[in-house]
């Protein structure tokens, strides 16, 4: 940038030159002005206030217009001149540098992803055939569900025995004990006959599982009222099994690839309810 003898901008006649701005003699005003506005709306827009000449103020438009007039070039900006110079690109996060999504990056990748599948196919054959035929025994009852309440019977049986160990074959029959004993409950309900054969099977595979869990917490109360479940780690079943966490060895290998430790993690909520059920029978 040279010093001119010419003393007024070429573009608003200020007399405040301050030298060559983009390959014209101007003020900085206007030198700031192109830089921003060359290129922007402006230069399409019509005159905003129609006096805009060479001996009055010019608005935006007219103003832009001139710097072009006057020889103004934009090829003369200069960029990257800030004293903290600006990144190229912006830093990586860590989901684009591992390149997975952020909810599947703790998974291991090398290891296949199986789902596994049970198959029930025989066991809800059995349970079709008892909701087809009936209640074993006829019962009256005053009610329906003074009914119900006596084909629960969550009472431990006389037979107990402790499981040492707990296999994925222990854990079908617990999964057909309970499977089955839920169907026998419900051909007591006398409202739950009268729905279609397809419709009860189908209430039966949502809530059976419901009913075992039912089944575990009241009979495990009954246990411990009794003594026959002498701390807080032992569970029994109504079919006479009881097992005690602290010595029963679980081996869920042949059906989930995680640890013990967080798959019994997933039962402390039952653990809980169990113990609360227990403290409000005793008070």
């Known amino acids: 940038m040279t010093k001119s003898p010419i003393r007024n901008c070429l ?79 912006l830093p990586q996060s860590f989901t684009n540098f591992i390149g997975r999504p952020s909810l599947v990056i703790f998974c291991i990748p090398e290891e296949p992803y199986e789902k596994t599948f049970v198959e029930l196919k025989d066991l809800l054959k059995k349970a079709s055939e008892i909701l087809h035929f009936g209640a074993e025994t006829p ?12 084909a629960s019977c969550f009472s431990i049986s006389k037979d107990c025995r402790m499981y040492r160990t707990l296999s994925y074959g222990d854990m079908s029959y617990f999964w057909e004990y309970y499977l089955l004993r839920t169907a026998k409950w419900l051909t007591y309900f006398e409202e739950f006959q009268s729905i279609p054969h397809k419709m009860k099977l189908q209430l039966l595979t949502s809530f059976w599982h419901v009913f075992g869990r039912l089944d575990k917490m009241v009979t495990t109360a009954s246990a411990r009222r009794k003594k026959i479940c002498n701390n807080e780690k032992m569970w029994a079943m109504s079919n006479g099994v009881i097992m005690d966490l602290n010595y029963t060895k679980v081996d869920f290998s042949a059906i989930s690839k995680y640890p013990l430790e967080q798959i019994l993690y997933l039962h402390e909520a039952n653990w809980v309810m169990m113990c609360e059920s227990q403290r409000i029978k005793k008070s």
């Open 11 to 89: 573009v608003c006649g200020a007399e405040n030159n301050h030298g060559n701005h983009f390959d014209v003699q101007c003020c900085r005003a206007c030198a700031i002005f192109f830089r921003r506005r060359a290129g922007s709306k402006y230069a399409d827009l019509k005159c905003q206030t129609r006096h805009c000449d060479e001996k009055y103020k010019l608005c935006k438009p007219c103003r832009l217009r001139r710097c072009y007039a006057v020889g103004m070039n934009i090829e003369k900006f200069q960029h990257n001149r800030d004293s903290l110079k600006t990144l190229e690109k």
């Open 139 to 150: 019962y009256v009852g005053p009610s329906q569900l003074r009914k119900l309440t006596m």
